[in-house]
């Protein structure tokens, strides 16, 4: 079991399609929703030549720099601290699906001529990461997650990781997916089941936060990959401790309260409400998380993803930034 000591969420960005805050990912059904529309959000210039999952991700950013005070909230003038003590890190597993499929359906059918050299970048996964950094001038260290059902809790972790070590002060971390025909037709699921949006946290050292007046939103805890879902939560939430506030869990059937090994507390799935999140959703976990802390300041949340069919399952223990906590 791995801790980043001393870490806490300081802001949470969101890019989803019908919620206005960070409380509406505690909904449990979907609402009719426009799709979110980076050029609105953002403004058309520079948007022409990124993909989809980009845009999402840039909006995101956009948002959660504002709410962790990196940004000013006016939108007037640059960032409010040096660009290199802030890092990056995206979880997306399908985000740039699309575009891989048609540059190699292209040259499949014609030859590597016909491929744009303006789109031919967005064949790269990282380069949703690589936008946002270059976006707002965040020169830290620059991290691209894929890695399946738990892509977006690893991200959180090593996103604390890299803060807890010195590499950078603070880190963004966003989770992003994208529902279009490539992603409908390998997953076989309907768009309006998939998640088209983003999510974003920044992740912070608690002293450097301190130092610039801002109070934390959540501290996080204890973090593990293991073979299944109870060795997860046996990991992070040892025999003994108290029960979680809340457990957030993507479980296609996840097991009852009072079921042995396992917490009893209430459970909530944000997928319920935006869609099935694949790489994205650990991201949109930790800020749903973080919102029910406004409303309930008291107690752990519980985080996992992944099925024990997975090749591992992650956990992740958050709490209220004014509980004291091991």
Known sequence: MTSASDTVVTGVGLALPGARDAADLLRTTREPAEP??????????????????????????????????????????????????????????????????????????????????????????????????????????????????TSGLDAVYWAATLVAAGRCDRAVVIGVETANPVVEGLLGEAAERLLDGAVALVIEGEAAARARGVRPLAALGAYTRRESVRAAVERVLPEGRPAPGIWLTSQEKPPAPGTPGFPDAPRHDPTGAFGRADGALGVLQCAAAVARFGSHPTGTALITTGEDTDDAVAGLLLHPAREEHP
């Open 36 to 149: 979110v529309d980076p050029g609105t959000l953002l403004g058309r210039r520079g948007l022409r030549y990124k993909d989809r999952a980009t845009q999402l991700a840039l909006c995101a950013a956009r948002d959660v720099l504002r709410s962790s005070g990196l940004l000013p909230a006016d939108g007037e003038g640059g960032l409010t601290v040096p660009g290199d003590t802030v890092g990056v890190a995206v979880s997306s597993n399908l985000g740039n699906l699309d575009t891989v499929c048609e540059v190699a359906s292209a040259i499949g059918t014609e030859t590597t001529s016909h491929i744009s050299p303006m789109a031919l970048p967005n064949a790269s996964s990282n380069v949703i990461a690589s936008s946002v950094a270059m976006q707002h001038g965040l020169r830290g260290p620059n991290l691209m997650f894929c890695n399946g059902p």
